[in-house]
């Protein structure tokens, strides 16, 4: 084949994304992968009953384009009564293909040329491609280690007439840290009066620690009013692989979002919605996720105490960092690939989440696993 003989790439500095890479070579060399973020135990029996209900129930064919309408009704009742803040079923929500189409398609449809993105970085990966697919220009806010905290002066000088978004991400990934009253008041005041439109990513909402509450934006009026607020089923109910979210935006941001969301996903996988409104029905679900993934959180971290390496604070999320100055002075992505072949656990590298690939010998562990898994790796992380 010789053509096209070259390609223009659209993202040339672009490669295969971290967890994709980390979860073949953990297979490949059959290590336990504590890379990529999912868990390794199954659903509620219940969420599974209800895809066969579904299933047997002639709910197979499209659905509605924003989503079916009774799970989008009681994701409304859900946020009223978590955010005090009403949001209209029919024009605000929409359900997606997952968290990062959500936050594609956000992105798309308000980034025109030129038009300037904040980042606090590590950033999520996803972001500063699909702020360059759109045309837009990634600035990025730098989180230092260890604490990670934003440091508000730094964004101000970041903002200009050219600033058409700020994306934060609370309970953090990979940090594990989140955002409280005090951060949220400080976006409150340099966005109020601007058009900067901001996407909030809040995909680990219920996995938040040590009785934090979570600061949505939809708690503020006037942050809520600017926000694509990003979600996602897959955290919250162990379902990563069925592929299901949803963007919560005032009507306007809504309008302009569906535009784009109906003509690259059109709609989303009918019986796992129709399962989701099922198991929404059972707010402890929800609830006590907190609590179940704080468990962990403690019994790994105690796990790999007496190893060589440093942990850092985990307020959130199910991702534990950990800094391995004293074990190796590699670059962290060559420490995780030898981890990962040498001693059988993935990790991930914290430097692809920095624009210039900052190395501050920090990995990330994900503990969204069974006790008797994390146990087999913190004796293999302990002989590190
Ligand atoms: N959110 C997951 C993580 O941070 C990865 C999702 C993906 O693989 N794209 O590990």
């Not at 969420?47 to 659905?63: D, G």
């Not at 976006?187 to 040590?210: A, C, M, N, P, Q």
């Not at 162990?238 to 299901?244: E, L, Q, R, S």
Request: glycine share 4%; charged share 20%.
């Amino acid at each position: 084949m010789n053509f096209p003989s070259t390609i223009n790439s659209k993202l040339p500095t672009v490669g295969t994304t971290i967890f994709t890479t980390m979860s073949a070579l953990a297979k490949e060399h059959n290590a336990i992968n504590l890379s990529q973020g999912f868990p390794d135990f199954n659903p509620h029996p219940v969420l599974v009953a209800e895809i066969e209900k579904a299933m047997r129930s002639n709910f197979n064919q499209y659905a509605p384009m924003a989503g079916y309408l009774p799970l989008r009704q009681k994701l409304a009742e859900k946020i009223e009564k978590l955010y005090s803040c009403a949001v209209d079923p029919e024009t605000e929500i929409t359900i997606t293909a997952g968290g990062t189409q959500a936050i594609f398609t956000a992105i798309v449809s308000v980034i025109r040329e030129n038009d300037e993105v904040i980042l606090f970085a590590p950033a999520y990966d996803s972001y500063a491609p699909a702020i360059e697919l759109a045309g837009g220009k990634a600035l990025f806010c730098d989180l230092e280690a260890p604490e990670y905290k934003i440091n508000w002066q730094n964004v101000k000088k970041l903002v200009s007439q050219r600033t058409k978004m700020i994306i934060i991400n609370t309970p953090h990934n990979p940090t594990g840290t989140v955002m409280n009253a005090f951060d949220m008041a400080q976006l409150d005041k340099i966005t109020r009066g601007t058009d900067i439109v901001i996407i909030s990513d809040e995909v680990y909402e219920h996995i938040i620690f040590d009785g934090i509450e979570h600061q949505s934006v939809l708690r503020f009026p006037k942050l809520a009013e600017r926000s694509f607020v990003i979600n996602s089923f897959g955290k919250t109910y162990h379902t990563t692989g069925w592929k299901v979210g949803y963007c919560i935006a005032p009507k306007n941001l809504t309008t302009e979002f569906r535009k784009v969301h109906q003509f690259n996903v059109f709609s989303v996988n009918s019986i796992a919605q129709v399962a989701f409104n099922e198991i929404l029905k059972l707010p402890d679900l929800y609830l006590e996720l907190s609590a179940f993934y704080q468990q962990k959180r403690d019994y790994f971290q105690r796990a790999i105490q007496s190893s060589r390496f440093k942990l850092f604070n985990c307020e959130g999320t199910y991702f534990q960092l950990a800094s391995y100055h004293k074990i190796s002075d590699e670059r962290d992505l060559e420490f995780v690939k030898r981890m990962t072949r040498d001693m059988g656990v993935a990790a991930i590298p914290i430097s692809v989440f920095y624009r210039n690939n900052t190395d501050n010998s920090v990995i990330r562990f994900c503990f969204a696993k069974e006790e008797e898994t994390l146990k087999r790796a913190a004796e293999l992380i302990c002989k590190i």
